[in-house]
């Protein structure tokens, strides 16, 4: 059994046989699954090749140029803004989409930009030491 425990006092609680079964249910063979971690550095990537972005053409613009299947929710997704502007790297401005609704437009700031050559540069040493080690390289 799982027990998350919220600040607020309330719980979830979960068993694991019950998340074991929904995510063989639910898992697709071929579609990528996000790695702990990767998600500030796809991001930050994202928008500083595309420009600023809101949170819908953004998803849109990733599940387009995937590979493989990519859903990105938004559960996922806005905790990731909130958390890189509360970072100062990205910033949020309101603005008007083409369908002349307001939506918050992100962008990369210069900050954002030097956190992402790092990540960048950290995420390059872990998927060469990965490499590596799948093609039994020492």
């Known amino acids: 059994m799982i027990v998350w425990r919220r600040p607020l006092g309330w719980q979830v609680e979960v068993s694991v046989d019950a998340l074991a079964k929904r995510n063989k249910m639910t898992a697709r063979p071929d579609r990528v699954e996000l790695l702990q971690g990767t998600l500030d550095l796809i991001v930050l990537q994202a928008l ?18 995937a590979e493989h299947p990519f859903s990105l ?3 996922t997704l806005y905790p990731a803004l909130v958390r890189l502007e509360q970072k100062g790297w990205i910033k949020g401005t309101w603005q008007k989409t083409e369908k002349s ?38």
């Open 73 to 75: 929710n938004q559960g």
């Open 48 to 65: 500083a090749t595309m420009g600023p972005q809101h949170a819908y053409g953004l998803t849109a613009r990733l599940e387009q140029v």
């Open 101 to 138: 609704r307001e939506a918050k437009y992100y962008g990369i700031t210069k900050a954002g930009t030097r956190a992402l050559e790092k990540q960048a540069s950290r995420w390059r040493r872990l998927a060469g030491l990965v490499a590596k080690l799948l093609l039994g390289e020492s």
